[in-house]
T-cell receptor, first 111, second 114 residues
Framework: GQQLNQSPQSMFIQEGEDVSMNCTSS?????WLWYKQDPGEGPVLLIA???AGELTSNGRLTAQFGTTRKDSFLNISASIPSDVGIYFC???????????WGAGTKLIIKP | ETGVTQTPRHLVMGMTNKKSLKCEQH?????MYWYKQSAKKPLELMFV???????ENNSVPSRFSPECPNSSHLFLHLHTLQPEDSALYLC?????????????FGQGTRLTVV
């Protein structure tokens, strides 16, 4: 079945550093979604991408819909402590629109 | 406040107990979902309800029984669970019944089966 592969699995960074993570699939997706989950909370939508090549920003976050439609990237600039959490990519199946999820990238900021 | 409220936040139950998880959405959405989240695994979609009707059951064991009395409320009834069912159970809703893009999630119920 379709799968989304997220990398890296976890990241240890210093406050102020830029962060990059990606999500890839062997299948084409027409929508890419990026969610963030804080500890003890449910995932919250950060950015939605609907068009190949699209680049969308939300504050310090920027996400891109890959031109092959098989990948997407999320960048965080000048990370701050509240950026810690798990970042998930997700995309809907064309057949039944159910969301397929990546396993997440855990962001940890070193003190 | 996300607009999706789940209760209880934490639940510990024995394998012979019967309990229920509750979800309520205040967003006027037409679709609601139950997800299971286990450590280091992708979210697993369990059930989908569109306009109160169940449209998806992703091979979930019968010890999990969903109920959707109206488009704002969703329950997950639990009975004779196994320790491996311990996980975070997330409820979500979305506006469009034909797709669950831009789903809004509750805070989840952390379930421990002992």
């Amino acid at each position: 079945g379709q799968q989304l592969n997220q990398s890296p699995q976890s990241m240890f960074i210093q406050e102020g550093e830029d962060v990059s993570m990606n999500c890839t699939s062997s299948s084409i997706f027409n929508t890419w979604l990026w969610y963030k989950q804080d500890p003890g909370e449910g995932p919250v939508l950060l950015i939605a991408l609907y068009k190949a090549g699209e680049l969308t920003s939300n504050g310090r976050l920027t996400a891109q819909f890959g031109t092959t439609r098989k990948d997407s990237f999320l960048n965080i600039s000048a990370s701050i402590p509240s950026d810690v959490g798990i970042y998930f990519c997700a995309g809907p199946l064309d057949s039944n629109y159910q969301l397929i999820w990546g396993a997440g990238t855990k962001l940890i900021i070193k003190p | 406040e996300t607009g999706v409220t789940q209760t209880p936040r934490h639940l510990v139950m024995g394998m012979t107990n019967k309990k229920s998880l509750k979800c309520e959405q205040h967003l006027g959405h037409n679709a609601m979902y139950w997800y299971k989240q286990s450590a280091k695994k992708p979210l697993e979609l369990m059930f989908v309800y569109n306009f109160k009707e169940q449209t998806e059951n992703n091979s979930v064991p019968s010890r999990f029984s969903p109920e959707c009395p109206n488009s704002s409320h969703l329950f997950l009834h639990l009975h004779t669970l196994q320790p491996e069912d311990s996980a975070l159970y997330l409820c979500a809703s979305s506006q469009h019944p034909t797709g669950n893009t831009e789903a809004f999630f509750g805070q989840g119920t952390r379930l421990t089966v002992v």
